[in-house]
């Protein structure tokens, strides 16, 4: 199986620890492939929406985002991983969801999203892990993915792993195992359900774009939906 990791910073710190854990549970089966922010998307999304209208090919940062997309497509199992920065994502985080705009369903989703699973690692001081959870997870259901988990951790007194204590450290790995173990469990060879939300959402895309493609053809967010049969009754979630 293959597993791609969007690593919301480049610090080695409580959020890496508990990512790190996670992962000890598909070393020995899985292709892992990460991706550190801003490292890997090191430039702000200027807001041209060029990748909207004209493609995401024409984005100035197409280089780096293509290489990302591409594993985000291949893997079985997608990880997001950010600590919470003023009770939210990280910037770097921020600015790559920013980045796969044209990704979201009312543009163009990719088909394969309709069926991975996903999962999200964050951790906070005091509270504002749930809204940076949520940051990650709205993204991904607007991919198409239902299938999201999401692990948390509220810290009181200390954001370094070496600071706090053995019984802490202990707590916070036994409770990310037992949450690894659940997708460790998971054959991925077959593709997770989509929800009725996602259905809903997409239902609701696709009476927009049978209007926009009606109107116009050569529209490209309506043309990539009418180029996948969805105006019609293909679904991205049923096999052709």
């Known amino acids: 199986m293959r597993i791609t990791v969007i690593n919301g ?3 080695h710190g409580v959020t890496y620890r508990l990512k790190e854990v996670f992962l000890d549970a598909f070393r020995e089966r899985a292709e892992i492939t990460e991706f550190y922010l801003p490292r890997d998307c090191p430039n702000f999304c200027k807001g041209c929406v060029s990748c909207t209208l004209n493609g995401e090919h ?3 940062d197409a280089a780096y985002i293509k290489k990302i997309d591409d594993s ?11 600590p919470a920065y003023v009770m939210h994502v990280t910037g770097a985080m921020k600015n790559l969801l920013d980045h796969f705009a044209y990704r979201w369903m009312p543009h163009r989703p990719a088909p394969q999203m309709f069926r991975k699973r996903a999962v999200i690692i964050t951790q906070c001081i005091g509270s504002g892990a749930g809204s940076a959870a949520k940051d990650m997870k709205d993204s991904l ?4 993915i239902s299938k999201i988990g999401v692990c948390k951790a509220a810290l009181m007194d200390t954001i370094f792993w070496d600071q706090l204590s053995q019984k802490r450290r202990d707590a916070l790995t036994q ?5 690894a173990a659940r997708y460790a469990r998971m054959d991925y060879r077959e593709p997770a359900r989509v929800n009725f939300i996602t259905r809903v959402k997409f239902l609701v895309c696709r009476k927009m774009h049978q209007s926009l493609h009606k109107d116009n053809p050569a529209y490209l967010d309506s043309l990539h939906w009418a180029t996948e049969g969805w105006l019609g009754n293909a679904r991205p979630w049923k096999s052709t």
């Open 72 to 82: 985000l497509l291949e893997a079985d199992l997608i990880v997001m991983t950010s």
């Open 58 to 60: 024409t984005c100035k």
């Open 175 to 179: 409770k990310v195992q037992k949450f």
């Open 9 to 11: 910073t480049e610090k």
């Open 141 to 144: 259901s607007w991919w198409g």
